[in-house]
């Protein structure tokens, strides 16, 4: 809905503003974006609850993956 996108494109547009001006601390900063990453989360695991798949096995393969790599410790 291009109304819905619009009010959505003003208020990232207004909190920016406020970002610029020093309203929020580095660390609000943070939990903002953490926040938003959190329902980016959530439609995923949306998804892929519809295909029926185990989705803690899938995490658990993940970070599992992520150890490997380096992105995280054991």
């Known amino acids: 809905d ?3 996108l ?3 494109t003003e208020r ?3 909190q920016r503003e406020r970002v ?3 309203e929020f601390s580095e660390v609000e900063i943070r ?3 953490a926040r938003e990453l959190m329902d980016i989360i959530q439609t ?5 609850y519809q295909l029926d ?3 803690d096995s899938l995490i658990q393969e993940h970070h599992q ?10």
């Open 44 to 48: 995923c695991a949306t998804f892929i």
């Open 12 to 14: 990232y547009r207004e």
């Open 2 to 4: 291009l109304d819905q």
């Open 6 to 8: 619009e009010k959505i």
């Open 53 to 55: 798949v185990d989705l």
């Open 65 to 74: 993956k992520l150890i490997r790599r380096g992105y995280l410790k054991p």
């Open 31 to 33: 939990s903002r974006i």
């Open 20 to 22: 610029q001006r020093g």
